[in-house]
T-cell receptor, first 112, second 112 residues
Framework: NAGVTQTPKFRILKIGQSMTLQCTQD?????MYWYRQDPGMGLKLIYYSVGAGITDKGEVPNGYNVSRSTTEDFPLRLELAAPSQTSVYFC???????????FGDGTRLSIL | KQEVTQIPAALSVPEGENLVLNCSFTDSAIYNLQWFRQDPGKGLTSLLL?????REQTSGRLNASLDKSSGRSTLYIAASQPGDSATYLCAVAPGSARQLTFGSGTQLTVLP
């Protein structure tokens, strides 16, 4: 019953450091998404992918990069961490764009 | 640009009450609308998905309605329980259905 798995669960970074947030799903879903959620706010889409080798920008892509080399994995990379990227990051997947999305438990990221 | 609003931001009710959570959206050209539940420190769990051609969906004590013409959806929770305490978010999918737009959520507390 793994579903969508995100690692790490928590991370503290210094300004300017880089890191990769990992996301993997075992449901053979084509669609995968990265969101960020700031306190008291809804989720905002960073990037999404409709299949291996295909990615596209969401509402707030600046400062992030993604890749989708396999159906299962959709890592999110921060190249030069900035305090504005302190947030909770959620990965989600769906069988196709109009179906319910399944979410991971999130990665809580603080940049100091 | 689609905007989704949820009012109130927080709601506290005694156990056993029936309650209604509200969601409004600005662009009626949606494909579907989803209601999610988010527990503290966790990801989102999909509760109900209403297609644009539907008026309502039911699951157990939950009933969600959709009125596209007025840009409104409601989530009705019958006989509330302390275990229903969580944040409830609604999200709308546009015709292309590639990106969800989320509201900021209603934080529900059901008091024993």
């Amino acid at each position: 019953n793994a579903g969508v798995t995100q690692t790490p669960k928590f991370r503290i970074l210094k300004i300017g450091q880089s890191m990769t947030l990992q996301c993997t799903q075992d449901m053979n879903h084509n669609y995968m998404y990265w969101y960020r959620q700031d306190p008291g706010m809804g989720l905002k889409l960073i990037y999404y992918s409709v299949g291996a080798g295909i990615t596209d920008k969401g509402e707030v892509p600046n400062g992030y990069n993604v890749s989708r080399s396999t159906t299962e994995d959709f890592p999110l990379r921060l190249e030069l961490a900035a305090p504005s990227q302190t947030s909770v990051y959620f990965c989600a997947s769906a069988s196709e764009g109009r179906q319910p999305q399944h979410f991971g438990d999130g990665t809580r990221l603080s940049i100091l | 640009k689609q905007e989704v609003t949820q009012i109130p931001a927080a709601l506290s009710v005694p156990e056993g009450e029936n309650l209604v959570l509200n969601c409004s959206f600005t662009d009626s050209a949606i494909y579907n609308l989803q209601w999610f539940r988010q527990d503290p420190g966790k990801g989102l769990t999909s509760l109900l998905l209403i297609q644009s051609s539907q008026r309502e969906q039911t699951s157990g004590r939950l009933n969600a309605s959709l009125d596209k013409s007025s840009g409104r959806s409601t989530l009705y929770i019958a006989a509330s329980q302390p275990g229903d305490s969580a944040t409830y978010l609604c999200a709308v999918a546009p015709g292309s259905a590639r990106q969800l737009t989320f509201g900021s959520g209603t934080q529900l507390t059901v008091l024993p």
